[in-house]
C-alpha cells in the first residue's frame, strides 16, 4: 500500500497488455489499457493507475527485461496482466502460471525461450506460483461489481506463451523477494468493436477496484 503525502488509502495499479502479434494487428488487450483512466475513485479508495507508454511487445526476451523493471520502477501494490484468448468467449482471471514450456512456441520475434535460459533464469525458482489474492473470493466481487450481463470467469490455463511468461515473471519477482504476490492476469475474449472494447474497459475497472478493496481489507 502507497502512503505518500499520508494518503493510507491510496492504491497504485500497474496494468499492461499486449501489442500486435502474429495476425492480430490490434491486440484488444491494450485497446483496453490505453482507454484507462490515470485515477480511480473507489468507495474509501484513491487508485492510481499507471500503465506503459507504448503497448509491450509479445516478445519472451523483451518480456523478460522489461517487466521486472517496470516493478523496481513503479513499485505498484498491484499488478494486473492482460492478454489476449483468441478461442475464448469470456473474461477470465488466471490462477497462476508454469515457469516451463516457453521453448515450445515462438514469439513475435519468432524466438523462444529455450530450456537452457529458463534454468538460467529461474532455476531455483518454483516451476509453478500462483497469485496471492483469494480469486473465487475476487471472482464473487467482480461479478458483483461488474454486472450480470459480463461472463466472468476464473481460470487454470494461462497457457505457455506470452501471457503466462509474463504472469510468471511478475509471481516470480515477488516470489523472490519473499513477499505477497497480488498479480492478476486477465484474459480477454476478441472485442471486435468499439462497444466490445468499452466492455472489456468496465470489466477491467471492475477487477481493479476489487483488488484494490481486497488488499486493504
Known sequence: MTEEDGDENKVTVHVTGFGAFQ?????????????????????????????????????YHYLYDVAPKL??????????????????????????????????YPDNDRKVFNKSETKKAWGM??????SSFDLEDVL?????????????????????????????????YSWKRRIDAPVVFMHVPPLPEKGDIEEGVKATLGLIQVLAESLLR
Open 71 to 104: 516493478l523496481e520502477e513503479h513499485k505498484p501494490d498491484v499488478v494486473v496482466h492482460i492478454g489476449l484468448a483468441v478461442e475464448r468467449t469470456y473474461f477470465a482471471i488466471e490462477k497462476g502460471a508454469e515457469r516451463d514450456g516457453y521453448n515450445q
Open 125 to 130: 525458482s518454483p516451476p509453478h506460483l500462483e
Open 23 to 59: 495476425d492480430i494487428k490490434i491486440n484488444p488487450s491494450w485497446e483496453i489499457v490505453s482507454h484507462l483512466p490515470s485515477t480511480l475513485n473507489h468507495n474509501w479508495l484513491n487508485i492510481q493507475i499507471i500503465t506503459p507508454p507504448e503497448a509491450p511487445k509479445a516478445s
Open 140 to 172: 464473487v466481487k467482480w461479478r458483483a461489481q461488474v454486472g450480470k450481463d459480463v461472463n466472468l470467469r476464473t481460470s487454470d490455463d494461462v497457457g505457455n506463451y506470452v501471457c503466462g511468461f509474463v504472469y510468471y515473471t511478475s509471481l516470480e
